[in-house]
T-cell receptor, first 111, second 114 residues
Framework: GNSVTQMEGPVTLSEEAFLTINCTYTATGYPSLFWYVQYPGEGLQLLLKATKADDKGSNKGFEATYRKETTSFHLEKGSVQVSDSAVYFCALLTGANNLFFGTGTRLTVIP | EAGVTQFPSHSVIEKGQTVTLRCDPISGHDNLYWYRRVMGKEIKFLLHFVKESKQDESGMPNNRFLAERTGGTYSTLKVQPAELEDSGVYFC????????????FGNGTRLTVT
């Protein structure tokens, strides 16, 4: 079946710290992989995506590489800001256009 | 372009009552999805409309949930009668095409059943 497992939170970091949020997946076929972000009081927004193995998605300083050999799509950012505080969801998209999400990881960045 | 809008943003009802959630997708988006996040758990797929037709409703938890999309525009999700375990955040999303077309999410409706 299809499923996503992501690092449990909450995660609290100081500003300018390095961020990694782990995500691994199980899927039939060749899914596309996504990171979504939910800022306080807002809806889910697409942060970045990768559609095939070895692709790297990037946006707003965040990066994630589609690793087929380890079935992973870890989210990284070299220097987090207070404005990055949000809940981050890893997700995969099947051929039937269904999104499977992880449980979400709450990130709090303190000044 | 207006985004996906959901109403209400919050709803608190008693067990056994009925609640109807509404989603207005982005104009022109044929695909409309409902998802639910129960507290602390993953966001789970409920169902998918293509225009007014239910393409996939495999995620609907039971027959207390009824989704409609008359005319292929806005959609409603009715829970009747509501149970405690129905509490959570209900997200709606829309997209223009299948495949790699991005899903645009609404802000969600937080439902609390007491």
């Amino acid at each position: 079946g299809n499923s996503v497992t992501q690092m449990e939170g909450p995660v609290t970091l100081s500003e300018e710290a390095f961020l990694t949020i782990n995500c691994t997946y199980t899927a039939t076929g060749y899914p596309s992989l996504f990171w979504y972000v939910q800022y306080p009081g807002e809806g889910l927004q697409l942060l970045l995506k990768a559609t095939k193995a070895d692709d790297k998605g990037s946006n707003k300083g965040f990066e994630a590489t589609y690793r087929k050999e380890t079935t992973s799509f870890h989210l990284e950012k070299g220097s987090v800001q207070v404005s990055d505080s949000a809940v981050y969801f890893c997700a995969l998209l099947t051929g039937a256009n269904n999104l499977f999400f992880g449980t979400g990881t709450r990130l709090t960045v303190i000044p | 372009e207006a985004g996906v809008t959901q109403f209400p943003s919050h709803s608190v009802i008693e067990k056994g009552q009925t609640v109807t959630l509404r989603c207005d997708p982005i104009s022109g988006h044929d695909n409309l999805y409902w998802y639910r996040r129960v507290m602390g758990k993953e966001i789970k797929f409920l169902l998918h409309f293509v225009k007014e037709s239910k393409q996939d409703e495999s995620g609907m938890p039971n027959n207390r949930f009824l989704a409609e999309r008359t005319g292929g525009t806005y959609s409603t999700l009715k829970v009747q009668p509501a149970e405690l375990e129905d509490s959570g955040v209900y997200f709606c999303a829309s997209s223009q095409e299948l495949g790699n077309s991005p899903l645009h999410f609404g802000n969600g409706t937080r439902l609390t059943v007491t």
